[in-house]
């Protein structure tokens, strides 16, 4: 939090001699949220490619505002606007769960988001494949704040593409396996993504590894493609009897098991609803909102991560912005662990201190 122990003198209170003015002793990145820019945590706007790739962050938040690939309820595509908005923080934050400031250890950056427009499916995954693929070029990790999530094949694709000619893998925490063929004859609906990944290649079936699956879909048809193709399923029902714990260490081996990069897909509802109603196609039954963000910060301190996505946050269907504030926290998760990563590998924080300088 910005520092409160400034006293702020009142409109009548003179100058003082040193020449100190009580009325700017903070810039735009220690006032509060609600004040100032409304990039994702203040942060600096770089949406430029020539920008991103003369700065090299570590990190760029991404924005991915589509939804026109959803079955049931619309709105996702007011979900990064949300997620950027939701967050009471000012400055730059520490972590309690790991002991860090991420913002004073990696340059983050906020990309901005891909120019998606309306009722134009096949646009609009274009221009997010192309924007994320700028981002990871660059030599940025992309995280990419969605939208529905048929984002994650133009996205993870551009991964791909980018970290070539190294395999990605995928960690996909949801309550869908969104594996399917088709929706109603669509083929990049929200529900095929990890199918279409698959089958153009750009990460092998048996380097998925999926946890949270529950509910009354997919079909036995989908869950035998899957099976055939080498995917590893969690389903709530072996986190019920195993607990979250023991699940995502074995997640986690899997993850290990081959790609040399991976890709974490983290659709808000794999979450339980009564936690995280803001979403499309709420599941109940789901996992708790502390076992995903403790899961994000074990496999992003495990793997080397290339890319990530947060994904079917629908403001319209939240209680209180609770659910976009989850959908914050696995993003601050995801980079505060990285941070840790890099202070217990012998790291030194940023010569510049905070990401708002520059």
Known sequence: MADETRRQRGPNDAT?????????????????????????????????????????????????????????????????????????????????????????WLDVVDAGDAPVVPANLERGHEVIRRKVLEVAQAGAIPIVLGGDHSITFPSASAVAEAVAPKRLGMVHFDAHADAANSTWGVLRSHGTPMRRLIESGAIDGRNFVQVGLRGYWPPPATLDWMREHGLRSHFMTEIEERGAEAVVADALAE??????????????????????????????????????????????????????????????????????????????????????????????????GRTRDG
């Open 255 to 352: 993850a290990l098991d081959g790609p040399e990069l991976i890709y974490l897909s983290v659709d808000i509802d794999v979450i339980d609803p009564g936690m995280a109603p803001g979403t499309g196609t709420p599941e109940p039954g789901g996992m708790l909102t502390r076992e995903l963000l403790r899961a994000i910060r074990q496999v992003v301190a495990s793997v080397s991560l290339a890319g990530m996505d947060v994904v079917e946050v629908a403001p319209a269907y939240d209680v209180s912005e609770v659910t976009a504030a989850a959908a914050h926290r696995c993003v601050m998760e995801a980079i505060s662990a990285m941070a840790a990563k890099r202070r217990d590998a012998g790291g030194r924080p940023r010569p510049s």
């Open 16 to 104: 003082p001699a040193d020449g100190h003015d009580p009325y700017t002793d903070w810039d735009d990145f220690d006032l509060p949220s609600y004040v100032g820019r409304t990039s994702f945590q203040k942060l600096p706007e770089l949406t430029d490619a020539s920008a991103l790739r003369a700065r090299r962050p570590d990190v760029a938040i991404v924005g991915a505002p589509l939804d026109d690939a959803v079955s049931h309820r619309p709105g996702a595509r007011f979900g990064p606007r949300a997620i950027r908005a939701a967050t009471y923080h000012a400055g730059s934050p520490n972590s309690l769960q790991l002991g860090i400031e991420p913002f004073e």
